[in-house]
């Protein structure tokens, strides 16, 4: 199982292809998203790890949807002070689907399998 580790909007995440994930908002994005912050990739017989970053590897993703989570509902209250507050937040995200890893030389690390049969 090939794996590779991301950064992006101050998280970290551990992905493999044709994974699809909900980041933090990413602005003026197109169809096509390259992650070059890439911490680490590996299978089960080798391990690249940077410090901090791998250079030439990159993540190459698909914009799925942008969208809105559910209401968060942050409610302030001081006792017997008639002094109460309420906020409603709704976090926005991106959708995304990762399509190919690529290792440091900048060839192909591991491919999502439906990129593989619309190729084939």
Excluded: C, W
Aim: proline letters at 1%; hydrophobic letters at 35%; aromatic letters at 8%.
């Amino acid at each position: 199982m090939t794996f590779a580790v991301f950064q992006t909007g101050g998280k970290q995440y551990k992905v493999k292809a044709s994974d699809i994930l909900k980041i933090e908002r990413l602005k003026d994005v197109k169809d096509k998203i390259e992650f070059n912050d890439v911490l680490a990739y590996g299978d089960d017989n080798n391990l690249e790890v940077g410090a901090p970053f791998v250079k030439g590897a990159k993540i190459e993703a698909q914009l799925v949807k942008n969208g809105k989570n559910r209401t968060v509902l942050v409610f302030k209250k001081r006792r017997r002070q008639n002094s109460r507050r309420k906020n409603g937040h709704r976090q926005q995200y991106s959708l995304i689907k990762i399509n190919k890893i690529f290792n440091k030389d900048g060839s192909i690390f591991a491919e999502a399998s439906e990129m593989k049969e619309k190729t084939k």
